[in-house]
């Protein structure tokens, strides 16, 4: 969260109670990282469970509790703090918060500040699984969202009761992402996108294989991008460790067959297809059942290989294909090579790069081939770059409505 991603973006952080309140003070932090000032309000019952101290420090502002605080000119911290923000989040939001915001009601600081705002206001659900449930508390949720309120949550899981459920707070990191998330330009609204990324494994044995250096860093950069732009996103990634993006559903394959039938099997309900993925060219045609094993200092076991099928051109074959975008990883001569392969792919667009200067790295540089000619990209950090790409992509969308 150190890209400045919310730099310039001011955000209230409002606080009531309940003992996530705990996870907040990361939250604090993790915004603050991401280049937001934070100005926090807190219900008297939040300090119940965290002091404003702490806030202030994690913030470095003074933190209200009171709609009589003079420490505003003008005695108006409901309208002046509102004011100054570019969204307001509650997190927590308890369950008898949520009531008030559904009803409109205006009993202290922080409930007469969102309802005098002028900015967008999100909420973090935090409560016991039963309540969460409740009734009452689904219709008053529901309002909420009628009303243009952004629900983040519930998670489910472990709750402090002891009880496991539906009502968790959603962690600081996921809030801090969907924050960053809600302030990106929805350029893919409505849209359904299938990212390839990393490696593939083909086994020889049950010990060893064939793979390559790629980190999956920029498939799942760019799926995380696609998704801040308001796409539907499914990611199939081969053997990588990275974290799943905020919104992103995922797929997990090993080999080039395994994520060829994961893409095959999606490919026509999306309208954009980006093929990130380095994909093994070739696979052992017979894998070992038992480890081979080495038998004398001379002797080398003979492997018999065969082609794997060529995922991105079937995508580009189908009967009504998705708008296909390929990545080609060469070693060398990148725009000769690149604009041969998107001819022979026969797609709308190729990002090309080289592949040992970006393999594992944080940063790129690509070229973008097209029917225009060459366009090349400066390097940047792979989370800025993918940013770019979605803009370039969503540039060159056909004029058609979304699937």
Same mark, same amino acid.
């Given at each position: 969260? %150190?890209?400045?991603?919310? =730099? ?6 409002? &606080? ?18 991401a ?8 219900? %008297?019952?939040?300090?119940q469970?965290?002091?404003?101290? #702490? ?28 004011r ?19 009803h ?5 600081? &922080? ?6 705002? $002028? ?28 009303d243009?309120? #952004? ?6 899981g ?31 609204a ?14 020889? %044995?049950?010990?060893?294989?064939? #793979? ?31 974290a #799943? ?20 099997? %999606? ?10 993925a380095?994909? =093994?060219?070739w ?11 080495k038998?004398?200092?001379? $002797?080398?076991?003979? &492997?018999?290989?065969?082609q794997?099928?060529?995922?991105l ?25 690149g ?22 790295? $944080? ?9 225009a000619?060459?366009k090349? &990209? ?17 540039a060159?969308?056909?004029?058609? =409505?979304?699937r």
């Amino acid at each position: 969260m %150190d890209r400045g991603e919310l =730099a310039g973006k001011t955000i209230v952080l409002g &606080l009531t109670g309940g003992i996530a309140c705990y996870k907040s003070a990361e939250l604090t932090r993790l915004l603050i990282k991401a280049g937001a000032a934070v100005q926090v309000v807190m219900t %008297d019952a939040a300090t119940q469970f965290i002091t404003p101290l #702490t806030m202030q420090a994690l913030s470095g502002r003074p933190v209200f509790t009171s709609q009589w605080d003079s420490r505003i000119d003008n005695n108006m911290a409901h309208i002046d703090l509102s004011r100054e923000a570019d969204a307001i989040l509650i997190a927590p939001a308890s369950t008898d918060f949520l009531a008030k915001l559904a009803h409109g009601m205006a009993d202290d600081l &922080l409930c007469t500040l969102c309802v005098a705002r $002028d900015c967008p206001l999100l909420v973090a659900p935090a409560m016991n699984r039963q309540m969460w449930a409740n009734p009452a508390t689904q219709r008053n949720a529901a309002t909420l969202r009628g009303d243009g309120v #952004t629900l983040l949550g519930p998670d489910s899981g472990d709750q402090a009761c002891g009880e496991v459920g539906d009502g968790r707070m959603l962690e600081p990191e996921a809030l801090c992402e969907a924050m960053i998330s809600f302030f990106q330009p929805k350029r893919l609204a409505g849209r359904r996108v299938l990212i390839t990324a990393g490696p593939t494994f083909e086994p020889i %044995d049950p010990v060893r294989g064939l #793979t390559n250096l790629s980190s999956g860093k920029m498939g799942f950069a760019l799926a995380r991008a696609a998704a801040q732009a308001g796409a539907d996103v499914h990611l199939v990634a081969g053997p990588t460790s990275l974290a #799943t993006p905020w919104g992103v559903t995922r797929s997990n394959v090993q080999t080039a067959r395994q994520m060829y039938d994961a893409v095959m099997a %999606d490919a026509a309900r999306n309208d954009i297809f980006i093929a990130v993925a380095a994909v =093994a060219d070739w696979r052992v045609r017979d894998v070992a059942r038992e480890k081979i094993k080495k038998t004398g200092e001379t $002797d080398v076991p003979t &492997l018999e290989f065969v082609q794997n099928p060529d995922i991105l051109a079937a995508v580009a074959r189908l009967p009504k294909p998705p708008y296909c975008v390929g990545f080609a990883a060469e070693s060398g001569d990148l725009e000769k090579h690149g604009a041969q392969k998107r001819a022979r792919k026969q797609i709308p667009l190729l990002v090309g790069n080289l592949g040992p200067a970006t393999f594992g790295q $944080d940063d790129n540089e690509v070229i973008l081939f097209d029917d225009a000619g060459q366009k090349r &990209l400066p390097r940047a950090d792979k989370h800025a770059l993918a940013r770019s790409l979605i803009i370039e992509i969503a540039a060159r969308l056909p004029s058609r =409505a979304p699937r």
